[in-house]
């Protein structure tokens, strides 16, 4: 009662998102499907569910075809996935046991009466403790996720497909949901179990699948490595290098930014990081791992968790992104479209709106200083659209990308901050914005976060590598091999020093001090 993936391709326009993936998923067994952001595995779980239709290739189970129209089709062959974003799987305004037994409920098979609810809610999810008459989005997300679980668990599934099951668990619910899992696999279920938490998934699966941009690179069988693991999602190619190489017309001048004791999430350990006007700082770990968080206390997007930061030799702790940008710290976020960029505004309203005042005046914007402003990132960037009056949806990804970097660059920061600047953008995008960058660490300091390392290769000149909210250990980017990196970054201690930025020398390595093997 196998279902089988066979040579599986998806094309959006110009991009393969995943290319000829074939796989098994087998009854009884909990395959874990890993890889970076951009590898594909989103896709994947898109075509299996019925949410999308593959460009080539096929679906199966028990050697039969397996053509899905919709969700509707996957769900009546037994493939029932649990998505990340966990409000899509509960109804507002319905309680908890209604939620619990919706299907029951859409489907007619239950008298509707508050009992007969309960009831059948109990059964669904008889250890849940939950209180059955609750709203149930006065319940935190945790909770709520437990409950699109359990309704999952219980319907009767050939295929489960759980994506990040355990963002919002605490560790104690993520147990019981291991549990869980575990007794369904036991029954005779496939369980596809995409997870970032490689512990959680060394302790769960039987067998890994790695993607890596849209390709499937290797499959693991227990006992599993999260090295080995690790150094399949990440490669052993490196990234080509911008134009401007690192240390080249620029050299580490005055400390810009110290950032002492600092937490990246409240569970980590705190650590020091220092960096200096001249130079790239990169950042680099899992999914996860911390960086989003730690750049969002850069940039005053969210409150400090622990320490304190100097900037400039000041102390420096921004209430939010606009006091940041006062103090001549910018931030680029991750999500680009939720986070950077206002639907329906053009290019030229982009690359002018954190410095209106710089272009306005008594008070009225001043349209022929907003144009000069937008098309010195046109030209400095290579930017190809319709030009600065362009609404921002006209451009393609890459290039967005170029104009939500490069308004930040116009404010002459002392301090810029990127978080996965080259996400969703092609190679020649990636070596503008990075030819950009490393000319700009000239005059200021720079850090930047990517899942991917390879991306700092030809930017950054040193690496800090987190892992679960900590610091496992910082390298020179020559030094920072695939070897190296991929051990720091699944938590098993690099052979040799990885010692943070202004650590004494007799103190010991991060990855000394700060991990315990799990």
């Known amino acids: 009662m196998t279902f089988a993936v066979t040579s599986v391709s998806k094309v959006y326009g110009a991009t393969r998102a995943l290319s000829s993936i074939t796989l098994e998923l087998r009854p009884g067994e909990i395959l874990g499907l890993i890889g970076t952001n951009g590898a594909g595995k989103s896709t994947l779980i898109k075509i299996l569910s019925g949410a999308t239709a593959p460009t080539s290739g096929t679906l199966s189970y028990e050697g039969r075809p397996l053509t899905f129209a919709g969700p509707l089709d996957a769900q009546a062959a037994g493939v029932q996935t649990v998505h990340q974003n966990i409000d899509d ?9 209604e939620n619990l037994t919706l299907d029951a409920l859409a489907g007619g098979g239950l008298l509707v009466t508050r009992a ?5 809610a109990s059964a669904v999810a008889p250890d849940l403790g939950l209180p059955l008459d609750a709203p149930v989005e006065s319940l935190p997300a945790s909770a709520r996720q437990q409950i699109v679980i359990a309704r999952a668990l219980a319907r009767r599934a050939r295929l489960l497909i759980l994506d990040e099951p355990t963002s919002t668990l605490s560790e104690v619910e993520a147990a019981a949901l291991a549990a869980r899992v575990k007794a369904a696999a036991s029954q005779g279920v496939s369980v596809l179990y995409v997870s970032h938490r490689l512990p959680e998934i060394e302790a769960l699966c039987d067998r890994v699948a790695v993607l890596r941009d849209g390709e499937l690179v290797a499959t693991f069988a227990a006992p599993l490595s999260r090295e080995s693991i690790v150094t399949a999602m990440l490669g052993s190619s490196r990234a080509a290098a911008p ?23 409240p569970r980590g350990r705190p650590f020091t990081l220092r960096v200096r006007a001249g130079e790239v700082l990169g950042v680099t770990g899992l999914v996860g791992a911390g960086k989003s968080e730690l750049l969002e206390q850069l940039g005053g997007a969210r409150p400090l968790v622990s320490g304190r930061m100097l900037l400039d030799g000041e102390p420096y702790l921004p209430k939010d992104p606009r006091a940041a940008i006062g103090r001549g710290v910018v931030f680029a976020p991750e999500e680009r479209a939720a986070q950077a960029i206002v639907p329906g505004w053009s290019v030229r309203a982009h690359v002018t709106l954190p ?10 914007l001043v349209r022929r200083s907003e144009t000069a402003a937008a098309r010195h990132v046109i030209d400095l960037f290579g930017v190809r659209g319709p030009g600065p009056g362009a609404p921002i949806e006209a451009l393609s990804g890459g290039n967005q990308q170029k104009v939500v970097v490069g308004r930040w660059l116009a404010g002459d920061p002392r301090l810029l901050v990127l978080d996965e600047p080259y996400r969703g953008v092609d190679v020649a995008a990636r070596a503008d914005i990075g030819r950009v960058v490393r ?13 991917d390392p390879q991306e700092l290769h030809g930017l950054a000149d040193r690496v800090l590598v987190l892992y679960e909210g900590s610091a496992a250990g910082e390298l020179p980017i020559a030094e920072a091999t695939p070897e190296r990196l991929a051990a720091l970054m699944s938590g098993t201690p ?10 004494p020398s007799d103190r010991p390595s991060l990855t000394e001090t700060t991990h315990d093997r799990h």
């Not at 007969?116 to 059948?120: E, L, S």
């Not at 134009?243 to 999430?265: D, F, K, N, T, Y």
């Not at 410095?355 to 009225?364: D, E, I, K, P």
């Open 89 to 97: 799987g509960v109804v507002p305004g319905a309680s908890v046991a």
């Open 243 to 265: 134009s401007v190489p690192p240390g080249e017309g620029s050299r580490p001048g005055r400390e810009v930014l110290a950032a002492e004791e600092v937490r990246a999430v």
């Open 439 to 451: 000319e700009r660490a000239r005059e200021s300091a720079v850090v930047v976060a990517t899942s």
């Open 355 to 364: 410095w209106l005042r710089r272009h306005s005046r008594a008070g009225l």
């Open 494 to 503: 690099a052979q040799g020093p990885s010692r943070m930025s202004g650590a």
């Open 116 to 120: 007969r609810v309960r009831g059948a």
